[in-house]
Protein backbone atom coordinates (compact mmCIF):
# COMPACT_ATOMS: atom_id res chain seq x y z
CA UNK A 1 0.00 0.00 0.00
CA UNK A 2 1.22 3.69 -0.69
CA UNK A 3 -0.42 6.47 0.30
CA UNK A 4 1.27 10.32 -0.53
CA UNK A 5 0.19 13.47 -0.18
CA UNK A 6 1.08 16.47 -1.83
CA UNK A 7 0.49 20.36 -2.95
CA UNK A 8 2.41 21.67 0.28
CA UNK A 9 4.76 24.45 0.22
CA UNK A 10 4.59 28.14 1.56
CA UNK A 11 1.35 29.94 1.71
CA UNK A 12 0.79 33.30 2.22
CA UNK A 13 -2.27 34.30 4.27
CA UNK A 14 -5.23 34.05 2.92
CA UNK A 15 -3.72 31.61 0.48
CA UNK A 16 -6.48 28.82 -1.10
CA UNK A 17 -4.14 25.96 -1.79
CA UNK A 18 -5.39 22.28 -2.34
CA UNK A 19 -3.90 19.04 -1.50
CA UNK A 20 -4.04 15.98 -3.43
CA UNK A 21 -3.61 12.58 -1.57
CA UNK A 22 -3.16 9.40 -4.50
CA UNK A 23 -3.43 5.68 -3.17
CA UNK A 24 -2.74 2.86 -4.39
CA UNK A 25 -1.93 -1.26 -3.38
CA UNK A 26 -5.69 -1.09 -1.54
CA UNK A 27 -9.19 -1.13 -2.84
CA UNK A 28 -9.48 2.88 -1.85
CA UNK A 29 -13.29 2.89 -2.28
CA UNK A 30 -13.47 0.69 0.50
CA UNK A 31 -11.68 2.96 3.21
CA UNK A 32 -12.69 6.23 4.76
CA UNK A 33 -9.78 9.05 3.75
CA UNK A 34 -9.30 11.13 6.66
CA UNK A 35 -7.31 14.37 6.46
CA UNK A 36 -4.80 15.47 9.49
CA UNK A 37 -2.33 18.14 10.60
CA UNK A 38 0.63 18.58 13.01
CA UNK A 39 1.86 21.52 14.08
CA UNK A 40 5.40 22.35 15.18
CA UNK A 41 5.07 20.98 19.20
CA UNK A 42 1.29 20.25 18.97
CA UNK A 43 -0.53 16.80 18.87
CA UNK A 44 -1.90 15.45 15.23
CA UNK A 45 -5.39 16.98 15.38
CA UNK A 46 -8.07 15.79 12.76
CA UNK A 47 -9.33 17.93 9.63
CA UNK A 48 -12.03 16.06 8.47
CA UNK A 49 -13.09 12.44 7.02
CA UNK A 50 -14.57 11.35 4.19
CA UNK A 51 -16.96 8.03 2.87
CA UNK A 52 -19.91 8.45 1.48
CA UNK A 53 -20.23 11.13 4.72
CA UNK A 54 -18.15 13.49 5.56
CA UNK A 55 -17.01 15.01 9.04
CA UNK A 56 -15.11 18.34 9.76
CA UNK A 57 -12.81 19.07 12.78
CA UNK A 58 -15.62 21.85 14.15
CA UNK A 59 -12.82 24.54 14.13
CA UNK A 60 -11.85 24.41 10.42
CA UNK A 61 -15.51 23.40 8.95
CA UNK A 62 -16.22 26.09 6.79
CA UNK A 63 -12.26 26.75 5.86
CA UNK A 64 -11.44 23.23 5.04
CA UNK A 65 -13.25 21.19 2.15
CA UNK A 66 -12.31 17.40 1.50
CA UNK A 67 -13.27 15.04 -1.08
CA UNK A 68 -12.94 12.48 -3.19
CA UNK A 69 -12.43 10.20 -6.43
CA UNK A 70 -12.77 6.59 -5.79
CA UNK A 71 -11.97 5.93 -9.80
CA UNK A 72 -8.86 7.84 -9.48
CA UNK A 73 -7.81 6.49 -5.83
CA UNK A 74 -7.61 10.42 -4.78
CA UNK A 75 -8.87 12.53 -2.57
CA UNK A 76 -8.27 16.04 -1.98
CA UNK A 77 -8.00 19.30 1.03
CA UNK A 78 -9.07 22.30 -0.13
CA UNK A 79 -8.39 24.87 2.11
CA UNK A 80 -9.24 28.47 1.62
CA UNK A 81 -8.29 31.78 4.41
CA UNK A 82 -4.91 30.42 5.51
CA UNK A 83 -3.71 31.22 8.75
CA UNK A 84 -0.02 31.27 10.18
CA UNK A 85 -1.49 28.83 12.48
CA UNK A 86 -2.46 26.70 9.81
CA UNK A 87 0.87 25.95 9.33
CA UNK A 88 2.35 21.78 9.80
CA UNK A 89 2.73 19.20 8.38
CA UNK A 90 -0.53 17.75 6.69
CA UNK A 91 -1.10 13.92 6.27
CA UNK A 92 -3.75 11.60 4.56
CA UNK A 93 -4.44 8.38 5.92
CA UNK A 94 -7.01 5.56 5.32
CA UNK A 95 -9.08 3.03 7.14
CA UNK A 96 -12.33 3.67 9.16
CA UNK A 97 -14.13 6.62 9.39
CA UNK A 98 -13.34 8.65 12.70
CA UNK A 99 -11.37 11.16 14.11
CA UNK A 100 -9.00 9.65 15.96
CA UNK A 101 -5.50 8.96 14.29
CA UNK A 102 -5.66 5.38 15.48
CA UNK A 103 -8.98 4.54 13.61
CA UNK A 104 -6.49 4.71 10.39
CA UNK A 105 -4.78 1.99 8.77
CA UNK A 106 -2.01 3.59 6.10
CA UNK A 107 -0.49 6.98 6.14
CA UNK A 108 0.92 9.03 3.59
CA UNK A 109 4.71 11.10 4.37
CA UNK A 110 2.63 14.55 5.26
CA UNK A 111 3.33 17.41 2.98
CA UNK A 112 4.39 20.83 4.72
CA UNK A 113 2.64 23.39 4.77
CA UNK A 114 3.95 27.16 5.60
CA UNK A 115 1.64 29.73 5.45
CA UNK A 116 3.56 32.98 5.72
CA UNK A 117 3.75 36.40 4.03
Known amino acids: VQLQAFGGGLVQPGGRPRLSCTAS????????VGWFRQAPGKEREMIGS?????NYAPSLKGRFTIGRDDAKGTAFLQMTGLRPEDTGVYYC??????????????WGQGTLVTVSS
Open 25 to 32: GLMFSTYA
Open 50 to 54: IDWRT
Open 93 to 106: AVGRFGSRPNEYTY
